[in-house]
């Protein structure tokens, strides 16, 4: 079992940052792929990134590759999604994922774990 926190939401001007940090209980961390994704009202959960159990494979949704980046740090349990030049469009709840597999997951029935998600609001 693995229960996630994310933490780093909030009201961000267009072109601003946010860092998303997503905390994991459990003593296994490290042997978890982990994702973010993020729901617009009205739209469905969508991928936004995801990273293998050691850090060593990263995946993009198109639309957010050489903006965001995703990384870890196991040592802390804690998963990050640095997010850069934010658009208007971006604004949704964005979620942590994680699964006990080797590689990156990019579709979110490949989850078992989830967050309660983090508010994040894209406006000026």
């Known amino acids: 079992q693995v229960q996630l926190v994310e933490s780093g939401g909030g009201l961000v001007q267009p072109g601003g940052s946010l860092r998303l940090s997503c905390a994991a209980s459990g003593r296994t961390f490290s042997s978890y792929a982990m994702g973010w994704f993020r729901q617009a009202p009205g739209k469905e959960r969508e991928f936004v990134a995801g990273?293998?159990?050691?850090?060593?494979?990263?995946i993009y949704a198109d639309s957010v590759k050489g903006r965001f980046t995703i990384s870890r740090d196991n040592a802390k349990n804690t998963v990050f999604l640095q997010m850069n030049s934010l658009k208007p469009e971006e604004t949704a709840v964005y979620y942590c994922?994680?699964?006990?597999?080797?590689?990156?997951?990019?579709?979110?029935?490949?989850?078992?774990?989830w967050g309660q998600g983090t508010q994040v609001t894209v406006s000026s």
């Open positions: 994922a994680a699964d006990h597999v080797i590689g990156v997951i990019t579709t979110a029935r490949g989850y078992d774990y």
């Open positions: 990273i293998s159990w050691s850090g060593s494979s990263t």
